[in-house]
């Protein structure tokens, strides 16, 4: 893992070098540092550490790690699949990902070649993925002159532009957006680090709240709709998405605006029945007790720290994928996106 | 202002050295330096600052803030009244408390000896009204061994015990509340800071969470119900508080568990119609931007930084006063409190 110079885009695989080149999220905005990643230890290790990450992205990177690691160590599959599945539990991209890499390995005569060719063709579905779901959100909320979002869900957590923050994007540059909210996203602060830092270089005029103003903030009008991403959608359509999504679920329908979130079908879990059998990853206590150097809380203190939470479907106005829109959002609906 | 030794208090007038001693709210946990105030205008600094917060805190530091100016500048009630007042603007107690060392001051004989006795009146009342609400909470709430909290409702924000810490202080006590869930309170973190503190300090186990990790909590069974203090009840009973406290409510409610609100008849205010009628104080940005040396986002970000936000009454399942419960919360219950 060595720094090299910044890319424009998050995730970009190199084949001179035969590397995964990857933007460092930790480091935003304060500094554009680039990982070259060269197997799928260092693959997984990214994923985990937050690195890289957004659902569909970490998808795409263990894609590629698998790819990285058959070129090393032809016999390896079974085990680098296994290593890469597990660097984060909620998000179904990283299983759907690696499982499409382990079928086409297994069968081919290079496994390493076929790795890489279905890693690529992976990379490319999602970037078109983006682009469809930026069209078929933009269509919906095309009345919503001021969208809120949680988390970051642009360019740096999907290929293309990104899921939700593509249709906040699409719909600036159709003319029709006026302002976008973010929310910071504690502990990590993708909110205040990344999307904010995504929301100026697109040029699209923005504010930046706390997580606990939202509701508030939604509930005085200062908002038309939210729009969120998923990490994984059950087949009823309840969404495990950052935690903190589902209280903005809440408020919007107390507000009676639209409450939009938007994901490629590749986070469609199918075998999932429904939000109660969504594994929600728990994470370390020091992300809640510290932000930089400065400690909030006594050490040693106990705390919960889960990364996602569970929206009923039931408050869910519409899931836009690449195939289409689901709404209202129930078990037919989903299904028939797939 | 200088430093002197830390008390157990977080207020104390000092009738030897004329001046009311702080406990610097801003330097903890890690530090409990305490401030010497002398004159009206260094409590209203310290309160603006929020060295010294919390609703009912800030009303009593305001009213021997009024007394310290008349001992050094007889003829100054009216500036230093309209200076008191203007410290803060959401909170009532602060308006309340200096009205009512106005009118002593304005009718006695000796003007900063009766503020004296009016402050010192006003503090003793606060004190009985923490343990008569820290009593009819703890009956209401007998049967919840699990308790959620927002901000810091304790000793560090009232008077005596506090209100909906000494709810919860008042039930461990009585041996039937088994842990307290704090969420940490972004942008100034008074959760992690001091309601941590204080709950350390009680000995009561305690979990801390990011604001927007409470919802998901709740709706996942983690606490047996929620309860948090105000800074100004509307007549029709609808409850300005600390920021986030609405995204709680609404979590409560969809999860039927209750959503209590504590605080003294002084939180009140009889004049004001609902919530629609209450002054929300926006805070300045670099509150949000900042956590301690920390840049969050990149400098001159916009942000909205709401330091409250309003609870419709429906959705408070009881308000416990000194003067005892009203349950439903509605424009009779309250009026039958005053």
Redesign the interface.
Known sequence: VTATAAPLVALRFDPAANALLALDQRRL??EERVLELSDAAQVADAIRKLAIRGAPLIGVAAAYGVALQLAREPGSLDATCALLRGARPTAVNLSYAVDRVRAAASRAPSPAEAALHEARAIHHEEEAASDAIASHGAGLLSNARRLMTHCNTGALAAPGRGTALAVIAELFDRGTLESA?A?????L?QG??LT??EL?KLGI?????????????I?GG?VDAVVVGCDRVAANGDVANK??T??LA??AR?AGIPFVVAGPTSTIDSSCPDGRSIK?EERE?EE??R????????EG??????A???TPASYVTALVTERGVAQPVDRESVAALR
């Open positions: 905005p304060h909210v929310t910071e996203t504690r502990p602060l205040a680090r904010v830092y100026a005029p923005h504010e930046l709240t706390v997580d606990s103003a939202a509701a508030g903030l509930a200062a935690v903190g589902y209280a809440l408020a107390a929600i206590p809640v007790l932000v930089g150097g400065t400690v909030l809380a006594p203190t106990a705390c919960r720290n889960p996602f939470d569970v």
